[in-house]
């Protein structure tokens, strides 16, 4: 039974170091970032998480990587139009690096599934280790990528419970249209990794494809 006392996708909220009911004294929470893209979509691409510009501008993937990756994108045929485009954690990380915490991707978890299950796409691209990770992922991302995965979502559900008790975090079970459902995951490189690894960009733009 699900024991959520607000709506699934601020579940983990609770427990983010993000949040500001981790951090009373920040008074607010980091600037946080919904997805971008169609209620149905038939392709969802995960990132990190938002930096400046996407603050700036208030969608994910609005800086140079996400032009890079919009580029990439309609040289494969793929149209934004079919495209959701969200990341592994909502808020910004305000680090010099922009790497969200393990503990903010972990309690972003139940929003970013939220998301994906109410898109019903045919498949995610996860971009980078860190999205790659919220889906369960290991390893590191030059030997997953291109290795395109059935994720169930019994698989899912089982990503959402590990670590939850040690993280502090409510348990979240979907509806049951879920159960029937699965998704595929494709791990790619991240875009701001190609774009100082150009000879890297044959890859994605496969991973995409
Ligand atoms: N912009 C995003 O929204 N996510 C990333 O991972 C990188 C840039």
């Known amino acids: 039974m699900p024991n ?28 946080c970032i919904s997805g971008r893209g169609p209620a149905e979509a038939e392709l969802v691409v995960v990132g990190e ?26 040289e494969t045929g793929i149209s934004l139009r079919r495209v959701y485009l969200d990341n ?10 922009n790497a969200p915490p393990a503990r903010a991707i972990k309690a972003c978890q139940p929003r970013l599934f939220e998301q994906v299950r109410r898109r019903r796409p045919k498949g995610v691209v996860v971009l980078g280790g860190k999205a790659n990770s919220a ?14 995965r059935w994720v169930s979502a019994a698989d899912l559900q089982a990503v959402l419970e590990k670590d939850r008790l040690k993280r502090d975090l409510p348990s979240v079970h ?7 459902d699965g998704v595929y995951v494709l791990p790619a490189y991240h875009p701001a990794f190609v774009l100082r690894s150009p000879d890297r960009t044959a890859d994605l733009k496969r991973d995409l494809a």
């Open 135 to 148: 889906f369960g992922g290991g390893g590191p991302v030059s030997d997953a990528r291109g290795r395109e």
């Open 88 to 97: 592994a954690a909502a808020c910004f990380p305000n680090t010099p690096d």
């Open 174 to 180: 979907f509806d049951p249209d879920w159960a029937r």
């Open 4 to 31: 959520l006392t607000r709506p699934v996708e601020h579940a983990g909220c609770i427990s983010c170091p993000l949040g500001p009911e981790r951090n009373p004294s920040r008074g607010r929470m980091s600037p």
């Open 49 to 74: 998480a938002p930096g400046k510009d996407e603050i700036a501008l208030g969608g994910p993937f609005m800086g140079r990587s996400g032009q890079f990756l919009e580029d990439l994108l309609a």
